[in-house]
């Protein structure tokens, strides 16, 4: 079945430093990936849905500086949390859609575990 | 917006017995349901999905049925099991918002043997 590869699986680092976190489809296409951030015990929060050659579109609340979000190619996103603080320590966990017609279930990365200290 | 409610958690229950997570949700379209789990440190799984309207969606014992007429997907197992022991999350996509997924907010489920 349909795979996506999320990494780090893991990451702890300094505050101040920038952390990226790839999203890779690794058996289907997908122009639209979505990047959600969860904090303990909560539900998923989506921050951005990212597009395949345009830019990110932010959902609100979500700093865009912050949060860079690039979709270079049809399997790949990645997510940079720029300047990192003890704030963004969090869960974050990318999904992608695969590019056929219909209804399709988004695919779910295992999700990247980022702590800043 | 669209908006997906499920009952607050957590659900304890013993092992075997029966298993109902209420969810309702709010479309302006004719959303997708899903319902995703969570097992401790990893990521989401999909567990079963329903399309349309009356449709079934049935995996591993679980079973939701898409109820248009109150907006309803519950989510039902006959007999729990340990291993069942996760978050439960109910979410709809919907074409209109741009196939964006909207979750609600978890039910934890713990199963006592």
């Known amino acids: 079945g349909a795979v996506v590869s999320q990494h780090p699986s893991w990451v702890i680092c300094k505050s101040g430093t920038s952390v990226k976190i790839e999203c890779r489809s690794l058996d289907f296409q997908a122009t639209t990936m979505f990047w959600y951030r969860q904090f303990p015990k909560q539900s998923l929060m989506l921050m951005a849905t990212?597009?395949?050659?345009?830019?990110?579109?932010?959902e609100q609340g979500v700093e865009k500086d912050k949060f860079l979000i690039n979709h270079a190619s049809l399997t790949l996103s990645t997510l940079t949390v720029t300047s990192a603080h003890p704030e963004d320590s969090s869960f974050y966990i990318c999904s992608a859609r695969e590019d056929t017609p219909g209804h399709q279930p988004q695919h779910f990365g295992d999700g990247t575990r980022l702590s800043i200290l | 917006g669209d908006s997906v409610t499920q009952m607050e958690g957590p659900v304890t229950l013993s092992e075997e017995a029966f298993l109902t997570i209420n969810c309702t949700y709010t479309a302006t379209g004719y959303p997708s349901l899903f319902w995703y789990v969570q097992y401790p440190g990893e990521g989401l799984q999909l567990l079963l999905k329903a399309t349309k309207a009356d449709d079934k969606g049935s995996n591993k014992g679980f079973e939701a049925t898409y109820r248009k007429e109150t907006t309803s997907f519950h989510l039902e197992k006959g007999s729990v099991q340990v291993s069942d022991s996760a978050v439960y999350f109910c979410a709809l996509s919907d074409r209109t918002g741009g196939f964006k997924t909207i979750f609600g907010a978890g039910t934890r489920l713990f199963v006592k043997a």
């Open positions: 990212s597009n395949e050659g345009s830019k990110a579109t932010y």
